[in-house]
T-cell receptor, first 115, second 115 residues
Framework: AAGVIQSPRHLIKEKRETATLKCYPI?????VYWYQQGPGQDPQFLIS???????DKGSIPDRFSAQQFSDYHSELNMSSLELGDSALYFC??????????????FGSGTRLTVV | KNQVEQSPQSLIILEGKNCTLQ??????????LRWYKQDTGRGPVSLTI?????NTKSNGRYTATLDADTKQSSLHITASQLSDSASYIC??????????????FGRGTQLTVWP
């Protein structure tokens, strides 16, 4: 079965440019979470969506925005990119109704490099 | 403050040997605990998931234990293989009732298996 799909796998952008990362959850999963992991750093929670509504917000900069669409895929939009935004961005999806037995499946991540 | 601490920070073992990784957490309220294997630059891949009522769970050569009273978990790897070289991350999920709570990540144990 297909897992969580993220695109692109790798992305190189210049400072002050804009980037859009996409996450396609597992079929029938209704929740998407975004995490940012800098080099050698712990993953940091950015934002999550449940049934297309924002459900939780973490340390997401104001320059970033995200949404979940009707097909449950999510996009993370990043504007005015800074060198410090270079990181691995990965998303996870889950099915809330089975939260005790199922849950987070992570995508392979998008490696963003800002030059 | 919700925290997840892992030990050791790094570990080198010879191929074929066993090892045990530790995870202590203070996350409350607790929902579940997962062990993930993360290769460099990739998203975490789930090994096991433990809920409050589970003490031991195995997945092939991986065996996880959970003591919810002392808030400790361990991951035991038997007959290690070169491909086991990776970062092993303990991730604890908080319980938020009707929606899945945030994930709290340990800093991981970097395991290196030598031939």
């Amino acid at each position: 079965a297909a897992g969580v799909i993220q695109s692109p796998r790798h992305l190189i952008k210049e400072k002050r440019e804009t980037a859009t990362l996409k996450c396609y959850p597992i079929s029938r999963h209704d929740t998407v979470y975004w995490y940012q992991q800098g080099p050698g750093q712990d993953p940091q929670f950015l934002i999550s969506f449940y049934e297309k509504m924002q459900s939780d917000k973490g340390s997401i900069p104001d320059r970033f925005s995200a949404q979940q669409f009707s097909d449950y895929h999510s996009e993370l939009n990043m504007s005015s990119l800074e060198l410090g935004d270079s990181a691995l961005y990965f998303c996870a999806s889950s099915l809330v109704s089975r939260r005790t037995n199922y849950g987070y499946t992570f995508g392979s991540g998008t490696r963003l490099t800002v030059v | 403050k919700n925290q997840v601490e892992q030990s050791p920070q790094s570990l080198i073992i010879l191929e074929g040997k066993n090892c045990t990784l530790q995870c202590n957490y203070t996350v409350s309220p607790f929902s579940n605990l997962r062990w993930y294997k993360q290769d460099t630059g990739r998203g975490p891949v789930s090994l096991t998931i433990m809920t409050f009522s589970e003490n031991t769970k195995s997945n092939g050569r991986y065996t996880a234990t959970l003591d919810a009273d002392t808030k400790q978990s361990s991951l035991h790897i038997t007959a290690s293989q070169l491909s086991d070289s990776a970062s092993y991350i303990c991730v604890v999920s908080e319980d938020r009732g009707s929606t899945l709570g945030r994930l709290y990540f340990g800093r991981g144990t970097q395991l290196t298996v030598w031939p």
